[in-house]
């Protein structure tokens, strides 16, 4: 069994780590951290977790951790940064489903994130979690940087446009649309039910933290510059994403729906809708999938793909054992497939 | 492996059927009717099961069900009376989850469901498929009635209190809420979203169809008369059930709490919360459990009892599953065990 | 015109005052205060009072409210009654939104609010703002005590039975449901789009502070103790308020559906629905309306009332309204003219 | 007093009509028609207006409408085209609302609309009911055709834009989210609450009706051809319309802000929000408002345009009343000025 253990247990990419985890066959939880909740039971918090997660919140230790083979961190920005060294160290693996690892230079994490980061010589070492792009690196990899929830649709979207160079990377639109739950569990108005509720807004369009994962990601890719445009939507739900991506067909492209077949073929957890199909963030809540579907608006030269995820699966909880069950050697599947609830 | 059918496939009772028994490990899906979509591929108007299901649907013949080991019915009221006998008679088990066995006098039936009852001699003969109750019965049954979803949240809710005689049994009182998804996969105005949506009414006041049921479901376990007043309500979610249950205590009652955790102590699907919990639909959605709660507001003599489940698992296809393990001779959670979606 | 202050402008009952209030012909709105938000504009922070609002929020002051003529206090409990004697010394009219002079005696109001009352001699004082049972006291109130939205929908529902001695009172039931924009515009977790949404409880079911005061209503009305037995719930939506009533009539009781008609035949604000009808809480929202059907299931001596309004119309800042015209001799529905969303 | 008609009253249209026409002050509403309500009063199927409209649906017929001044069509495609002629000839107005005469190519209509159309002459006569673009035709005009709700809002964003020839016309994307309300009140399994709620997805992406009237709009105001990608998106809520505009800027562009600013510096229902403004849907709804705020990512040359609407009030009965308004010469405001709920 891999001894797991979890920091900041009290959000909600911490209860969905749980969730799977506690249903997963090869993995005993071991601790699970919380300075806010520590001394009462997780269950007490999480009652959907009755009978199934027996563990009481614990402030989170060096020595407590060190126990365990692989420590996730569900943690709010600059938290696993400051610890990660440490677990290393003593040869435990790392998988952070915050964004502290995610940028490779620390130049520009410092602007999107607004302080200099701790461990700027782990952010090379760092591996980026999407195992559509770096599979074998994670195998191996010590620590894992899961990708946001919006980079991961987008890049899922546009991955096989890219790598087989069938659209102009100047000005690419990705215009996203996220459930509330992405703005995680905090005491703030803005995410109130009655200000989200029977609403609907952009925000951040002067920039959002995602934008520079994206673009480093599609970028990494290319080999090359990406221009990027990328909205972000606050919708009034609570899980899922909706990617909406707009490029520009390069000529002599060939047929767009076998290409994203083929590209995914092998895939356990992206799946290509046939052709016409649009997707809905319904038919993947709760599971660690990514539905596709890829169109020519008017047969033009303008290609739009949909993309569809939860943001606290396939977008953080699920890609996080996703990517544990690689770096463990464990079929990638495991503890993941589950079908979504409909309606 | 069970060969299984599904008659009326295309309900939201019938996916989560298919959601359910799709990963049941000792399952094999044999056939799925559908008068309507006979021909297309079952993914084909649920995606949620691409991958996992990869039946078509057919029209419903009595043949190719003959050939199951237990048929399911996930039709509207009035198709398993119809076909039920022939079932049975060629030694297939039947679990209906209509309202087509519910009720055992024939004459009640046809005053709520305004036709004749045309194989009444079943009636006596099916198991209302209640674990909580009639486990035994169950184990044994070649027919089912599966409790409806209202039923099934206020009888666990007074069980204890009837059972000990803790209440008068003159004036209870059900006010029950319901997500949507319990009024079906119809095309009818009312249940719209533009209709459903950021409202609450109450409906059948006058009387409604699961009034009989509770009320002879109740008497059962008192062997007396009980008088109920059920308001079902319409609530803008789409899943869930939460009876609000009042009653009157009789003097000299024990402790509640005490009385309801030992009743429910072996139940696997019976979660009593602790003492002073009020439970959120959320917490059982997707999954096969009633969570409950009870309370003595200002230590007077009225209980009231909070009782959740979702509707579409523990108020029909997981309870369904529920039966069939316990008719199979099967450890009753087999494919039940999961866990609730939280957010 | 008359010179309005509102105190607390920045919470969910004071938006509304401004919404009500900058369309009321025979007002001027000379004042809005808020701490938090003091030197920002009213429509930065509420955008949909653009072009109808032009004032900006002061900090609250003794001298800038004595100029008024009435102040709205749309505060948190325990604020009014620290500064209502100043005002009222001064000339001004005092309506007050909070629950400060809701309850007659200051023992019972401690015991449920956690704190001596400071101005206890108002109390006495103080008219209850229900126009329907209080019209006449309320046109020479200096100082109001408007109703809570929970009290005022379940006492709506019984004033006709109560006052006709139609039903017992030893054992009223009142399930009521409410949008979450009740809970008001606070930075808490439980109140989320995440925690709310898509999900349904209870809550303060051992006692609510509500209940003291519809049952002092109620006895004020029956003139003898009345037993009562109030369950709030939690619904997933903003806006409105469901109570179903529940009660024992006494032999020989009138036609319910006349008496209710007859009871409010000249009311403006509060419509019986037709025999047989089921309100929606929609019909009312962002009106100042109750809305009221009344049944007695199967025929049987309960007696199912049904009502709904907005809780931040008719359930706060619209009655608000109602008292003030009442207060300065205009016509009672002046600025309260306006018909709910369809859908 | 104006004698306005209303064909096809039980729609949402139709009713919003009827909501904001029964407080118009210069308006009686003579008739209202549906064919498969005939008989019924118009509040009983919309208690919303009870006390508000007195009137019972009839059938339509020539006769009644032709008593009229004005006749609105809020009917489905197809039934405004076959009626319009003999009421102009009868010197009555006719304002549709459906799409019958918003295309000026019959050709294209027939394309889009896959029947023939029946008026065609009439084409060139009816004056596109956008006030911000052709306020002195429709002063004078018998015939308007309302413009479709996301036409109204992806024009808006767009106006300043294109006449000041910032942007270049080859490649604008309009991503446009729309509550469900836009589908319609139809008994359709798609926008059942079961199936939209706390989903989104893209529909019609290879092409939808209003694509040719956007670009139709477009084209007229810039004097040239105009390539657009229109997809719009279904999103759990009933109302509001969020259009998220891309166009690529022109070299040398002014300042945008001031650009929008002093575009809408007099029209009553256009708001241009502060430089760094989200809008959210909510703050027009109800409203016959749109507000917009305009963006340059990361000080990129991508212009973003936000803009919202309700999409049953601008996108429909409120623009329709504006365009009354105008046409009989009356301030345009009038039976307009309201506030949205927030909230």
């Known amino acids: 069994m891999i001894r797991v253990g979890i920091v900041g247990g009290t959000g909600y990419t911490g209860v969905e780590l749980l969730r799977i985890l506690a249903l997963h066959p090869d993995v005993a939880i071991t601790i699970v951290t919380s ?4 001394g009462k039971r997780v269950d007490e918090l999480y009652p959907n977790l009755r009978g199934f997660v027996d563990a009481v919140f614990v402030e989170p230790s060096a020595e407590a951790l060190a126990n365990c083979d692989v420590v996730f961190f569900a943690t709010p920005n600059g938290t696993a940064m400051r610890m990660t060294e440490a677990l290393l160290a003593q040869g435990v693996k790392v998988i952070d489903l915050s964004a502290d690892f995610r940028l490779k230079d620390p130049a520009v994490w410092t602007q999107w994130y607004g302080e200099p980061h701790i461990s700027p010589h782990l952010l090379e070492e760092a591996v980026y979690g999407l195992p559509e792009v770096n599979r074998a690196l994670i195998r191996s990899a010590q620590l894992i940087a899961c990708p946001g929830c919006y980079p991961t649709s987008v890049q899922l979207a546009l991955l096989p446009l890219i ?15 996220s459930g509330v739950s992405g703005a995680g569990r905090k005491a703030e108005i803005p995410i109130l039910m009655s200000e989200t509720g029977e609403s609907l807004k952009a925000y951040s369009v002067k920039g959002h933290r995602h934008w520079p994962e994206i ?24 899980r899922g994403i909706h990617a ?18 083929e590209r995914y073929l092998t895939e356990p957890f992206v799946d290509v809708l046939p052709a016409g199909s649009h997707p809905d963030t319904r038919n993947v809540r709760g599971v660690n999938r990514c539905q596709i579907a890829v169109h020519r608006p008017l047969a033009g ?8 995820i939860d943001n606290l699966v396939k977008g953080a909880a699920g890609q996080a054992v996703q990517n544990m ?19």
Chains 1, 2, 3, 4 share one sequence.
């Open 35 to 38: 300075r806010s909740d520590a």
């Open 215 to 238: 673009k480093q990601g599609l970028e990494q890719v290319a080999g090359q510059a990406v221009g990027l445009t990328f909205v972000p939507h606050l919708i009034p739900m609570i």
């Open 325 to 343: 069950n690689l770096m463990f050697g464990l079929e990638e599947t495991t503890g993941l497939r589950s079908i979504g609830l409909y309606p």
């Open 244 to 261: 909406t991506v707009y490029a520009e067909l390069n000529v002599g492209h060939s047929d767009l729906q076998v290409l994203f077949e």
């Open 301 to 308: 030269n303008t290609v739009v793909i949909l993309s569809v």
């Open 163 to 177: 790598e087989s160079g069938a659209i102009r990377l100047e000005r690419i639109i990705a215009d996203v649309k």
